[in-house]
């Protein structure tokens, strides 16, 4: 792709093309696959521009020129076959032009060999879930803009920071100059996982493993968005990449190491009511407030947990619910037996509901077989 850059030509048209107002282009690029992207795009805009200046040029002219208030009349003719070459070939030429640099854009995209390291990105209803399979932690990543910012229907409400709706309370952190791969899939419906500055997209699809790559060469904070409508909450799940050094990569990845360990639910605990309803309302809190509220009285396609048959019936149902899903309500198998365990116990023991029973973590186990 160097080649394109060289032109003068080229060069002459990204000056405008690439204003320094960034609303009007794209992010600044960070890796070689995202000035690869900017490069092609600039290749056909100047390909598009020289069309348009020549076509409607040619045709303007000819309008001008030959307008029958000079005396000119109009002349039959057809069957020109070195016209008929020329605009088979032509656009045949210029078709090759366009396509060669893209193809091998989009193969250098698909080439994930030789990374150093591999993250899975799970995209849920409406968070993304992250997977350090080299170094065997996981989190999840939700909005960090507090739902008192969003829904103000009603009235002023707390004033939008300059990051809303664009941060996260876990960003995923990277090392420098470092090819990572990321494989994506979903639990549920259709995501997709975008970061514009690494020039990368990729759906993540329930069902299936797809890959993609980045290599930042620049540390700093990075962010995208789901680009996949993927239901009620779509706006809500951004993306932050966090790039850092080798030395503070290796340091961050020993503490979530420790940290993951320190705070494993052992399903094996001896858990007590208590103890599971105060797990739970975290867990409930994390996953389930955006649809069925912090009153648990839901909303539109999301039933109320209040006085409900499922939270106030047999706990096998519950269980059942939860890790299958129904209807707009996706599946939650996701979550740990503790996890699972914990905010069901919660769910039946708030709200008004008083069912006094609590679900413990080797039931959810079972449950799953």
Known sequence: MRVWRSGAALALFSSFACASDSRFTFQP?????ARDIADIHNWIMLIIAVIFVTVFGVMFYAIFKHRRSLGHQAKPFHENTIVEILWTLIPALILIGMAWPAAKVVLAQKDTHDATLTIK????????GYDYLDSGFSFKSKLKTPRSQIENYNSPGEPKDEKYLLDVDEPVVVPVNTKVRILTTSNDVIHSWVIPAFGVRQDAIPGFIRDTWFKAEKEGVFRGQCSELCGRDHGYMPIVVKVVSQNEYKDWVSKRQAAAKAAADDPNKNWTKDELIARGQKVYESNC???HKADGKGGGPFPALAGSKIATGPAEAHIHIVLTGKNAMPSWAGLT????????????NSFGNHDGDFVLPKTVKAARK
């Open 121 to 128: 990105a799970t995209g849920y209803q409406w968070f993304w």
């Open 29 to 33: 690029a960070q890796t070689v696959i």
């Open 337 to 348: 037996d503790t996890e699972i365990a914990a905010v069901i116990s919660y769910e039946r």
């Open 289 to 291: 407030v955006a649809c």
